[in-house]
């Protein structure tokens, strides 16, 4: 199984709309999780902080299940900048932080 | 705010030729990766750095790799000797704390020839 797995993608989304995407984890010793955004070619940059009560900023709202050990990231009422490849970002407690594949989104008018 | 910076942007070598990859952490920052991602891939962890040590690196950061801090401020990445699949983006990134954010910088495109 591999450590950090997402969903395929790509989602194509029209405007407006909310969209949600999940990404589990292996190791049940994760400490600290994170949802990062990329744009094509460009750096990761961090979008939120994943907490274990649950988190929101603005339109995002990230969840964290340990149990089942997921996190979800939900977008709601997307706009056309919000295309962009999603990763998620788990630190299992050594040094690294570990990506998964990403997810691609696109927005459509 | 303050950021991670990379040079070069783009580096273009000939196979078997040695390249370095300059990066400068964000000043106060105390962890210090390179990562990289290869077109379409995903970001791959190559090596972390702490306390003027490798802390932890992959099976990819192989003896080609080095990792050097010489002095306060930069932090680079060499590759002794390249190889085809080498050809991929580098990111450096820093992190202030351990399980803290990790910001990278914009990256190295690296093409191997």
């Known amino acids: 199984r591999k450590e950090v797995e997402q969903d395929p993608g790509p989602f194509n989304v029209p405007e407006g709309a909310t969209v949600a995407f999940n990404c589990t984890y292996s190791?049940?010793?994760?400490?600290?999780f994170f949802w990062y955004r990329q744009d094509c070619r460009k750096e990761p940059k961090l979008l939120m902080s994943?907490?274990?009560s649950g988190n929101e900023d603005g339109r995002f709202t990230a969840q964290l299940n340990r149990a089942s050990q997921y996190i979800s990231l939900l977008i709601r009422d997307s706009k056309l900048s919000d295309s962009a490849t999603y990763l998620c970002v788990c630190h299992f407690g050594n040094e690294k932080l570990t990506f998964g594949t990403g997810t691609r989104l696109t927005i459509i008018p | 705010e303050p950021e991670v910076t990379q040079t070069p942007s783009h580096q273009v070598t000939q196979m078997g030729q040695e390249v370095i990859l300059r990066c400068v952490p964000i000043?106060?920052?105390?962890?210090f990766y390179w990562y990289r991602q290869i077109l379409g891939q995903k970001v791959e962890f190559l090596v972390s750095f702490y306390n003027n040590e490798i802390s932890e690196k992959s099976e990819i950061f192989d003896d080609q790799f080095s990792v050097e801090r010489p002095d306060g401020s930069n932090f680079t990445l060499k590759i002794r000797s390249t190889k085809l699949e080498d050809s991929a983006m580098y990111f450096c990134?820093?992190?202030?704390?351990?399980?803290?954010?990790?910001?990278f910088g914009s990256g190295t495109q690296l093409s191997v020839l």
């Open positions: 994943v907490y274990s």
């Open positions: 000043s106060n920052h105390l962890y």
């Open positions: 990134a820093s992190m202030i704390a351990w399980g803290e954010k990790l910001f």
């Open positions: 190791n049940s010793a994760s400490q600290s």
